[in-house]
């Protein structure tokens, strides 16, 4: 099976530092795998400002 040069890179990176997995599963869960807040993101909603259909023209 085919497998690009950066593939196998990653591969062996990875066996030789099991670390950075363990790193970039703990980070994903900081950033993305939050419960949303459906207050914050009510607020969020309502202070949205609209913007003009060509934003550089002057008004």
Do not use: C, H, I
Request: no cysteine.
């Amino acid at each position: 099976m085919y497998q690009s040069e950066f593939t196998a890179f990653m591969n062996g990176f990875l066996e030789k530092n099991p670390q950075v997995d363990t790193e970039r599963r703990e980070l994903r869960l900081t950033w993305w795998e939050r419960t949303l807040d459906l207050d914050d993101l009510r607020r969020w909603k309502a202070s949205r400002v609209p913007q003009k259909p060509y934003v550089y023209q002057p008004e």
